[in-house]
């Protein structure tokens, strides 16, 4: 009896434990493109032209205007491309934009100035786990819920368009 409820209860602990997992699954329509709407603070999941699933966003700390240096706390605008994946963000999980592009450096070094880097779409830390608008350095913050199912729907290669 005693051996039956203890492997009954490792079956349960391990069921519980894959629910838990912040690696979530998606067999839906592939996501062909990502599009933010800054000043809606808006970002859609798109298949073609069908839109999967939008999301309510925050941006970096000075939201309005293209990032055109490390440090101004904008989010970059323009056409982007999801490259990496940080599964142990501090941000719960991210996927990278490969900002800055050839444009970004260009405009940079003419500017005299580094264009920055290391823009992504993340979680959010606990003190902002209940919102809190723009307060990135840059990237673009959903929920950790929301994280999950864009970590699982957006691919590396995805496009990804950043509109003001």
């Known amino acids: 009896m005693n051996r039956r409820f203890l492997l009954l209860s490792t079956a349960a602990l391990f069921a519980l ?28 999941l798109m298949s073609g032209s069908r839109t999967l699933k939008s999301y309510d966003i925050g941006l970096g700390f000075a939201p309005y205007e293209h ?25 719960h999980l991210s996927i990278g934009i490969n900002y800055p592009n050839a444009q970004d450096v260009v405009k940079a070094k003419a500017a005299g100035v ?18 809190g608008r723009d307060w990135t350095a840059g990237c673009i913050a959903v929920t950790d819920k929301e994280m999950e199912r864009i970590y699982a729907m957006v691919k590396n290669g995805t496009p990804i368009s950043i509109y003001p």
Request: hydrophobic letters at 25%; aromatic letters at 10%; a positive charge.
């Open 67 to 91: 990032k055109s240096e490390e440090g101004d706390g904008r989010t970059p605008e323009g056409e982007y491309i999801i490259d990496r994946r940080n599964p142990n963000s501090k941000f």
């Open 17 to 44: 434990s894959a629910c838990a997992s912040k690696f979530k699954r998606y067999n839906g329509p592939r996501v062909t493109r990502v599009i933010v709407y800054k000043g809606q603070r808006k970002m859609h």
């Open 114 to 131: 580094k264009p920055g880097r290391d823009i992504f779409i993340h979680g959010r830390p606990p003190m902002f786990a209940k919102g």
